[in-house]
């Protein structure tokens, strides 16, 4: 448990000052008891972040901290988004506190205006800990978690990142090194495919929608994005995007498990976990089970590594969490105090320490109970420090971002059972062309 002496304790780092309140809660007004017995409400999306709040929720309710109770409903993700969605936007949440995948609902959100706007509270410092240090969290946390009118809808909670994680003793087995390209990495599966005793050279997600951020992933390499940089023009059938669907469809059809059309990270996950896969190229956040002896055959083996270089470039998909007060929450001033300790340096320490998440907070990372006290090997920090300094958006910011990838992930999981990739990207751009469209039109 997190003692609370230790709760908001200054760390040194900074990777941004946002362009809002960098210093707050001078005086000695604030007071974490001010809510003192009342209630209130989060929501969360299922991760490992919300496993780590409620093991330490005891410490929040505690009378000598704030004495307010609270009532956690934990997701999963495919459910939370629409159910948030469909809440905030009736204007009568269940909840105060609210986890939104910003790389998914980001200009939904925004759009509807459905989060408190946090500046008035954090220049507030009677609202806010003088603590607090949002200059310390990454210049792409806060950027996600702001509006383009300047309204800081939530704070960042994690910046996931995407990461090959691979089998070292299939490796050793074969001779066959680490990939350092793209290139490398679709050799090393083929070579480490061995049907015969169930071995794919590599698993990731087969199932539509949810493949998105793989294509993605290999789409970076060749320093492009899905759409252009002013929203308004789809790049899904560009030379690139159809050259990075022919890799993802070979490396998933000739070197994935057999039903890898129906995978999610959570299939992938057990696959490498047993030992059935040499590599899995995903979030960084699901690195725990994988060094869990009672969960996972590949804890002494697994390596961690940042994702390899493309053809063009070499940049590892992030996708953004906030955590905002809800727009018509009941306990509006108990959210606040709650966000806060949720985003707290103690508690983002104790994200990374665990590995349930990469926290968008630079002192997370030069804590030194965090380096000294973690299950985790140094590979894993270096990956993640890495990773962090070539992350890119996997996503695009647009409303539609849902139906996008059930749009496209269609066509990609097409592409595995051997149709044409551009063909099917060329099909799909049409398909979603008119919902841009619309979406631009207002």
């Known amino acids: 448990m997190i003692r609370r002496r230790h709760l ?28 003192k017995g009342t209630r209130l409400e989060v929501n969360f999306g299922k991760s490992p972040r ?4 409620q093991a330490n929720q005891k410490e929040f309710e505690e009378q000598e901290l704030t004495g307010i109770r609270v009532g956690f409903e934990q997701v999963p993700e495919q459910q939370q988004r629409p159910k948030i969605a469909l809440e905030l936007a009736s204007g009568r949440p269940s909840f105060d506190v609210v986890n939104v995948s910003m790389h998914v609902q980001k200009k939904l959100v925004e759009k509807g205006n459905w989060l408190e706007d946090l500046r008035p509270l954090v220049a507030d410092p009677k609202m806010t800990s003088p603590d607090f240090d949002l200059g310390d969290f990454s210049a792409p946390g806060m950027a996600a978690n702001t509006a383009a009118d300047g309204r800081l809808m939530a704070i960042p909670i994690n910046q996931d990142l995407f990461i090959l994680f691979y089998n070292k003793a299939l490796f050793a087995e074969k001779g066959i090194k680490p990939p350092a390209t793209m290139d490398e990495m679709m050799a090393a599966a083929l070579a480490l495919t061995d049907k015969s005793k169930g071995i794919a050279g590599f698993v990731g997600r087969g199932l539509k ?3 998105l951020p793989l294509y993605t992933t290999i789409l970076l390499g060749h320093d492009q994005e899905t759409i252009s940089a002013d929203g308004t023009t ?6 690139a995007a159809i050259e990075a669907a022919t890799f993802y469809s070979k490396l998933l059809r000739e070197a994935g498990p057999q039903g890898v059309v129906g995978f ?14 040499a590599m899995w190229l995903d979030g960084v956040g699901f690195s725990a089970p994988l060094i869990d002896k009672t969960k996972s055959r590949v804890a002494d083996t697994v390596g961690f590594m940042p994702i390899p270089r493309g053809p063009k470039a070499q940049h590892s998909a992030t996708f953004i969490e906030g955590v905002g007060v809800a727009r018509g929450a009941k306990n509006r001033g108990g959210a606040w ?13 104790e994200y990374l320490r665990t590995g349930s998440g990469t926290p968008p907070r630079a002192s997370a990372y030069s804590d030194p109970k965090v380096l000294n006290g973690s299950v985790f090997p140094k590979e894993w920090f270096d990956t993640v420090q890495t990773s962090l300094k070539i992350a890119r958006s996997g996503l695009p910011v647009i409303v539609g971002v ?8 269609v066509a990609l999981t ?18 979603f062309k008119p919902v841009l469209a619309k979406e631009l039109a207002g």
């Open 8 to 35: 908001l304790a200054a760390t040194a780092g900074a990777l941004a000052a946002p362009a809002i309140v960098e210093k707050v809660g001078a005086q000695s007004a604030f007071d974490w008891k001010q809510f």
């Open 50 to 53: 919300p496993d780590v709040l």
């Open 209 to 211: 929608n949810a493949n």
């Open 234 to 239: 789809l790049l899904m059938d560009t030379p």
């Open 264 to 277: 999610n990270w959570s299939e992938s996950q057990t696959t490498f976990a047993q030992g059935r896969a």
């Open 337 to 349: 105090l709650y966000v806060q300790w949720a985003t707290s340096k103690a508690m983002c320490a």
């Open 402 to 409: 849902t139906e996008f990838r059930d749009v496209f992930g």
């Open 414 to 431: 097409n592409t595995i059972t051997g149709a044409d990739p551009k063909a099917e990207l060329v099909k799909a751009t049409e398909i």
